[in-house]
């Protein structure tokens, strides 16, 4: 059977995936001592977290079992989680949302694709492309777009701060310049990096915006309200172009794919009519679960005092065995982030390939991301073609002797790296 034009776009297999399966593949034979798994972006397992999610859960099964699980329900989302949004974020940040600028779906990330394929690809006016404002940026945002070559990535300013760290800022001016703009999506705090974006760089995303008459999709994956793994003031706005992508994923409920957005009614009809047309609702009891979390105010308990909390604490000590354990010798550099769950280094020689370290930390049982998956390909500008292939990504998921193992073996990944250039 021949594949469409975008059938074969979305079958492809993209960078990501290709580790993971390695992953699962080598892990899963090898029985000869640990793994060191810094690649995965599963969140934690958090004893509270859990404890807490199990209730709630229970008390669903127990309560709305048939009314939720029994009978289909709205392709909105259930009344009850969709009110619980509307009343926690008027609280929360004094917005005057109704339920029509609420879409449930299964998971952020699907939503974002509803999103940006309502917007981009064949138009009237020619083909309109998704923007990312500044690259790197999630990975999957890569294979959203069903149209081939649909997806730009704009090159970072990099601001060197001491000789350790370093920051990606926006370009506003080269986001400007992409012509054929249909929606902008951007994750904050970043996934690879932890960036935020600051007040200027997201006023800035706002003003093309409306300039070019597109969404802006902000991705809050790990930013406030929860899981709030961030520690810098990075509040949600609500605008006629601004759509907000929210989920429980990194709160403690990866596996129930449940996530919502909020933004324009007429943009979010359009998610309305998407989910209907292609799934007809998310999952039900995970949503009464979800509504007790917002209405109880749990959620924020979790988030402030328990999940935060937790991962920072990881990404200090991280930050610590980085110092520690990398040769003195090398000049590599921690992002600066606000948060996430992840660690991203820049390893600033020309004899550092991502995938021959990957490679190389693969023989000795360890698992990273290569940083070049983050980039939009083809790395073909002097910029890409040298720091898209000098940086990796750093899990801060696993326990603290896991990562510790996985660092002292990266140390000596890049001390024979240097002893072989040389």
Avoid at 389 to 403: A, K, N, P, T
Wanted: aromatic share 8%.
């Amino acid at each position: 059977m021949q594949l469409s034009s975008w059938g074969t776009t979305m079958s492809r297999l993209s960078g990501i995936r290709s580790i993971m399966d390695d992953i699962a593949a080598t892990a899963g034979r090898q029985s000869d001592g640990a793994w060191c798994n810094l690649s995965p972006g599963n969140p934690a397992h958090i004893p509270e977290v859990v404890d807490t999610w199990r209730r709630l859960a229970g008390e669903a099964l127990h309560e709305d079992f048939f009314t939720a699980g029994g009978q289909y329900g709205p392709s909105r989302g259930a009344n009850a989680l969709v009110d619980a949004v509307v009343r926690y974020f008027n609280a929360a940040y004094g917005w005057e949302i109704g339920p029509e600028n609420v879409a449930v779906g299964p998971g952020s990330q699907l939503l974002a694709y509803m999103a940006v394929n309502a917007f981009t690809g064949p138009a009237a006016g020619g083909d309109r492309e998704l923007v990312l404002p500044c690259v790197p940026d999630y990975t999957g945002y890569q294979g959203l777009s069903m149209a081939e070559g649909g997806t730009a990535g704009v090159e970072p300013v990099v601001v060197h701060e001491d000789e350790r760290r370093f920051r990606y800022a926006v370009d506003l001016d080269a986001v400007r310049r992409r012509t054929s703009m249909g929606a902008m999506l951007i994750s904050s705090p970043g996934n690879p990096t932890g960036r935020c974006l600051d007040a200027a760089e997201l006023n800035g995303l706002i003003a093309i915006a409306e300039e070019r008459g597109v969404p802006l999709i902000v991705d809050h994956a790990y930013g406030q309200p929860f899981p709030r793994v961030v520690d810098a003031p990075s509040a949600p706005v609500f605008h006629p172009h601004v759509v907000n992508c929210f989920t429980f994923s990194k709160a403690g409920l990866p596996g129930e794919r449940l996530g919502f957005a909020i933004g324009p009614a007429e943009v979010i009809d359009v998610l309305v009519s998407f989910t209907a047309n292609a799934a007809l609702h998310a999952p039900q009891l995970v949503q009464m679960a979800a509504a007790r979390a917002l209405d109880s105010g749990e959620i924020d308990v979790l988030a402030a005092k328990t999940i935060n909390p937790y991962y920072r604490a990881k990404r200090r000590t991280a930050e610590e065995l980085l110092h520690d354990r990398l040769p003195e010798s090398v000049d590599w550099r921690l992002h600066s982030g606000d948060g996430g769950m992840f660690c991203w280094l820049w390893i600033d020689h020309p004899w550092f390939d991502d995938l021959d370290a990957y490679r190389a930390l693969k023989n000795r049982q360890v698992f990273v991301v290569p940083g070049r998956h983050f980039f939009v390909p083809p790395l073909d500008t002097p910029f890409l073609a040298g720091h898209g292939r000098r940086c990796v990504r750093l899990s801060l998921s696993g326990e603290e002797d896991v990562i510790a193992r996985g660092i002292a073996r990266l140390g000596e990944v890049l001390t024979e790296l240097q002893r072989n250039a040389s």
